[in-house]
């Protein structure tokens, strides 16, 4: 038996270029990871693949992306052992946040160090990217510009280990609808990802919170306006810019220091009930 943590990640830019003629949009951004992260018990068993959780909140069959990641494991190594996962959740689901996705590779990882198979973080990103646009990222973590539908990846080695306040307002987004929804004017050649990862090398957190975006927010708003009447009200309590990550509905503040980020996290536990409190890796 062993132990994997499946990390959370926020966007720090999101900018979508165009539609493929595969369905999925082309996007250019930058993912980092925080330090929220669900925890994966995984051993080998008689036969079967069985995920147990004390969520009540997700499927624990093939619906389930660590369960679909398992099976894919399986299928490339020929192995027929069964598998036993043990999942304890505490990223919020269906948020935005690739809570599933980074299950996914902390199953890919943690396979491939029980069975010994030696591949690389590079093959099993190719394998995650057969599950998830988000599962390559999530099989490396910390930081990186992610191309294509989000599978492209270019790993950023910076310093900088920024606050995050996540909030989770109650509202379910499916992200296919938000992408569906997107307009061509939401859709742009001009992309913020270079201008990000120098702010983030330079360590110039000012700058780096300035450059904070998403283009899938416009469309999110317009088919949950609940998420954006919950962003005005914490940016107008908080007087500063709340964001949101990926096609939403969590949104999130970044703060320079703890003693700020735990001021804001203590205001808006006060009227939100899903609030988390951590920072980049
Ligand atoms: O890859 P994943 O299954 O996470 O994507 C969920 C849905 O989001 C896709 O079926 C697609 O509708 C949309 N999507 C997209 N372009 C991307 C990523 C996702 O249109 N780059």
């Not at 160090?113 to 590079?122: K, P, V």
Request: charged letters at 20%; glycine letters at 8%.
């Amino acid at each position: 038996m062993l132990v994997e943590r499946a990390y959370a990640k926020i966007n720090l830019t999101l900018d979508v270029l165009g539609r493929r003629p595969d369905g999925y949009h082309e996007v250019d951004m930058v993912m980092q990871s925080v330090d929220l992260s669900d925890l994966l018990w995984i051993d080998k068993s008689d036969a079967g693949i069985r995920i147990e959780s004390g969520a009540s909140n997700i499927p624990l069959d093939e619906r389930n992306l660590a369960y679909v990641a398992a099976e894919a494991f399986l299928r490339k190594a020929n192995i027929s052992s069964g598998i036993s996962i043990g999942l304890e959740k505490n990223i919020p689901v269906a948020a935005g946040l690739a809570g599933g996705s980074s299950d996914a590779a902390a199953v890919l990882r943690g396979l491939n160090r029980l069975f010994a198979t030696g591949y690389s973080l590079d093959e099993l990103a190719e394998l995650g990217a057969s599950i998830g646009s988000d599962v390559p990222f999530c099989v490396y973590g910390g930081c990186a510009v992610a191309r294509g539908r989000g599978e492209r990846l270019q790993r950023v080695h910076h310093q900088m280990r920024a606050w995050v306040i996540i909030i989770r307002p109650p509202v379910f987004v499916s992200t296919a609808d938000i992408y569906g929804a997107l307009t061509p004017k939401q859709m742009t050649q001009v992309v913020r990802s270079k201008s990000m990862i120098e702010s983030l090398m330079d360590g110039d957190f000012e700058r780096m919170v300035g450059l904070v975006d998403n283009r899938l927010r416009p469309a999110t708003q317009r088919l949950y306006p609940e998420v954006a009447e919950y962003a005005e009200r914490l940016s107008s309590t908080l007087g500063q810019p709340v964001h949101m990550s990926g096609s939403g509905p969590t949104l999130f503040l970044l703060a320079p220091n703890e003693r700020r980020a735990q001021r804001s996290y203590n205001a808006i536990r006060g009227f939100m009930k899903e609030v988390y409190l951590c920072r980049f890796i």
